[in-house]
């Protein structure tokens, strides 16, 4: 029986293919991408003074010696040799300031930001034959 089965499978037509066509007319195909970025950002900005400063000024006064800034060192102002002020009309209205700062910082300015973006694409294609 093994021996028919055999010879009748050894027997048997070739096969044959037949070509397969797409049959579509029309498609369509679409996509969608979304994204988002966070942008965090600290900026300090710091300002220094890195030497001294001394400021007079005044109304109805002068100084009785012609030098008005006190002498100053390499690190320091002399404070006791500065100048004298007297009224330029004794008895008379008169207004005087003196101001000093030295070295160091002088304004610190932070600032955080946050950036967001977000993008979507979408994006469709028709075809057909």
């Known amino acids: 029986m093994t021996k028919l089965l055999l010879m009748l499978l050894l027997l048997a037509s070739p096969a044959a293919a037949v070509p397969v066509v797409p049959s579509f007319s029309t498609g369509l195909v679409s996509s969608r991408t979304e994204s988002k970025s966070v942008i965090k950002e600290k900026i300090v900005s710091e300002s220094f003074r890195t030497g001294f400063e001394y400021m007079t000024g005044g109304q109805g006064i002068e100084p009785q010696s012609g030098i ?20 330029s009309v004794p008895g008379a209205a008169f207004q005087f300031s003196e101001a000093y700062s030295g070295p160091g910082l002088i304004e610190r300015v932070t600032v955080d930001r946050e950036t967001v973006i977000e993008s979507v694409v979408d994006s469709t294609s028709t075809f057909s034959q």
Not at 68 to 87: E, G, I, K, M
């Open 68 to 87: 008005v800034s006190p002498p100053a060192t390499s690190n320091a102002l002399n404070f006791s040799n500065r100048t004298n002020w007297v009224q």
